[in-house]
Nanobody, 117 residues
Framework: QVQLVESGGGLVHPGGSLRLSCATSGGIFRTYVMAWYRQAPGLQRELVAAITSGGRLNYADSVKGRFTISRDNAKNTVYLQMNSLKPEDTAVYYC???????????WGQGTQVTVSS
């Protein structure tokens, strides 16, 4: 079975930090584009950050300079380091796996991030 399991979400005060992780299985991780999306209540799901198999990075303008995506191919894991968190970062964060060879896309169940005083 293909699995994407997110962890690291929680409640944090504005200005705080969290690190999300996504462990995936069932394929050749090093060949995939991995990404983090988020969806806040009442809003569309949006791309937060992505990293290609070659390490090319892409970030939403709203998180540039604050969030960092990285991957550890030996652990089949992608991370999202989130610094200087703002209330508007509150959302469910989803791990996304895009298989460049097959074209198949998979999603994790999501992890809640709440930024509040």
């Amino acid at each position: 079975q293909v699995q994407l399991v997110e962890s690291g979400g929680g409640l944090v005060h504005p200005g705080g930090s969290l690190r999300l992780s996504c462990a995936t299985s069932g394929g050749i991780f090093r060949t995939y584009v991995m990404a983090w999306y988020r969806q806040a209540p009442g809003l569309q799901r949006e791309l937060v950050a992505a990293i290609t198999s070659g390490g090319r990075l892409n970030y939403a303008d709203s998180v540039k300079g604050r969030f960092t995506i990285s991957r550890d191919n030996a652990k089949n894991t992608v991370y999202l380091q989130m610094n200087s968190l703002k209330p508007e970062d509150t959302a469910v964060y989803y791990c996304n796996r895009n298989e460049s060879i097959s074209g198949r896309v998979y999603w994790g169940q999501g992890t809640q991030v709440t930024v509040s005083s």
